[in-house]
């Protein structure tokens, strides 16, 4: 497969090489792609260097699959062009998530959708992935009536500029700020951009693509999303309420036989999911499973996975080895 990242030189596109090298993707020639600034910088995929290349060159060398990590803006206008040219491509900006004829895939949930004639694939937003991953075997046995989630989101989410910004701070320095805030000792109250209706569009992605992945506009969503000093990946409670009533060990068991769900909780031992430990991994992880006691037919849940793999580079390509395997490029 001749393989383009756009974004190449960004923390996805980097976590991109490294998870497509790890999974030993069948990556024949690969097309390091970014702005113009970066053409002509060399990088490395197993063993191999490569020039970064400018986007209308990546265009015309006709790649079989294109994974962008490269902004809503480059998305738009490129990604058409791409698709034009016969690649199919896989988008991890938000452009094209709410699209109503482009899909948006967690491969777990609902990668039979995807088709042939789907050029363009949206991989969800990481906040967004990491929780469907939880709530989809659940609301296939209860029926999920509303979701209440607070996220605490690590600053690689937002990109390099943040994690200098932290490390400036640790070290007393003053440099260019990511956020309007120092992120050091501190927890920002906002992801993203307003909306008029005084949600972030972060807290706005968890609602619109949580219904969209799961096919299901009842579910009921509303979120607060929050940004911390961590690096190793988003962290989210999460209460649920179901139209049903629950057994707790049946709903231990359904998450502990979801593909990609690892449960870790035992209070006895200590035993829950924390981002420094899920840094680098590609499961979603959930603890502090409870009832919760003030509500029938809900529970409180911990949900922890690293933002830049299971969030972004490893969802994306495992849509392309769906694709692959299915044989729809
Ligand atoms: C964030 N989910 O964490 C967004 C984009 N990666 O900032």
């Known amino acids: 497969m001749k393989v383009a990242v756009v974004g190449a030189t960004g923390m996805v596109g ?24 970066s053409v002509g910088k060399e990088i490395e995929f197993k063993g191999k260097k490569y020039k970064v290349v400018g986007l209308q060159t990546a265009v015309d ?44 895939i967690v491969p777990e949930i609902n990668a039979s959708e995807l088709t042939k004639e789907d050029k363009i694939i949206a991989n969800p937003n990481c906040s967004t992935i990491q929780m ?51 992120i050091h000792r501190n927890a920002i109250p906002q992801c993203d951009s307003f909306e008029e209706n005084g949600y972030t569009k972060e807290e706005m992605k968890l609602v619109r693509e949580t219904q969209k992945i799961l096919s299901d506009k009842t579910i009921a969503v509303t979120a607060t999303a929050i940004r911390i000093p961590v690096v190793g990946g988003h962290s989210e409670a999460v209460n649920i309420e179901f139209s049903n009533d629950f057994d707790m060990n049946e709903v231990r068991s359904i998450l502990h036989h979801t593909d990609g769900v ?7 031992t200590y035993t829950y999911p924390m981002p420094l430990f899920a840094q680098g991994k590609d499961d979603v992880f959930v603890g502090r499973i409870r009832r919760d006691e003030s509500q029938p037919n809900s529970l409180n849940m911990w949900i922890v996975a690293d933002n830049l793999r299971k969030g972004a580079a490893t969802n994306t390509i495992q849509i392309a080895e769906y694709l692959v395997a299915n044989k729809l490029v």
């Open 132 to 182: 469907v991953m939880v709530l989809n075997p659940l609301h296939k046995k209860y029926n999920i009536k509303r979701v209440i989630v607070s996220t605490y989101q690590s600053i690689t989410g937002t990109g390099v500029k943040a994690v200098q910004q932290l490390e400036n701070e640790y070290a007393g320095v003053q440099g260019e700020m990511a956020y309007k805030y120092p």
């Open 61 to 104: 060398m006709k790649a079989d699959v294109a994974l962008f990590s490269a902004g809503g803006e480059t998305s738009l206008e490129w990604a058409p062009k791409f698709a034009a040219a016969g690649t199919t491509v896989i988008d991890n900006s938000s452009a094209w998530r709410m699209d109503p004829t482009k899909k948006l």
């Open 262 to 268: 690892v449960v870790q909780d035992n209070n006895d």
């Open 14 to 37: 980097e976590v991109m090489l490294q998870v497509l090298a790890e999974r030993n993707f069948p990556v024949t020639e690969l097309i390091p792609v970014a702005s113009e600034k």
